[in-house]
């Protein structure tokens, strides 16, 4: 019987190889190598491997400024996507981060199945950074999770407008 259990666990440059697989794959314009060296280098971040029968299938990447923390980059391979993945790296995330952590992202208005799975985590919409995609000239919506969007709100969000930020 082969194991099909998800672990998680922290990203180590060995795994950069397979993530840069996955992330030319799954992302119009890709991060490069250096983008993601740099982030394992910051010791106040979480980047977290998803591996699933020995095979690295989807990775996170969390960085903290300050006071709060902004998931830089969420990708799953492209044919594991819609099985869990994403959703038990998320969770790792907010465990790690605690339950009194602010935590922000971008995502394009186009990927509904994304901004599905983090509004499940709490997040909320709260802005727009124009043109943000480079590859198509898209807007990205500014997520957040914070007490205050948990309840419905955004009266905790850095210069959020007043009332929830509606998606497309």
Not at 18 to 27: H, S, T
Not at 75 to 90: H, K, N
Request: charged share 25%; proline share 7%.
């Amino acid at each position: 019987m082969t194991d099909t259990t998800l672990e998680t666990r922290r990203l180590v440059f060995a795994d950069l190889p397979n993530v840069i697989a996955i992330e030319r794959r799954a992302f119009p314009t890709p991060w490069s190598l250096a983008m993601f060296v740099l982030e394992l280098s910051k010791p106040e971040g979480i980047c977290l491997a998803a591996q699933r029968d020995g095979q690295l299938v989807g990775y996170i990447i969390c960085s903290r400024f300050d006071q709060v923390w902004h998931i830089m980059n969420v990708s799953v391979d492209p044919d594991l996507q819609r099985r869990g993945i994403a959703t038990a790296m998320i969770d790792e995330i907010l465990r790690r981060v605690g339950e009194e952590g602010q935590i922000t992202l971008e995502v394009r208005p186009t990927n509904s199945a994304a901004i599905a799975l983090y509004e499940r985590f709490g997040f909320l919409a709260a802005g727009t950074r124009p043109r943000y995609y480079q590859d198509n000239g898209e807007d990205a919506v500014i997520m957040w999770r914070t007490q205050a969007t948990l309840r419905g709100g955004l009266d905790d969000v850095p210069a959020a407008p007043a009332r929830p930020v509606a998606t497309p």
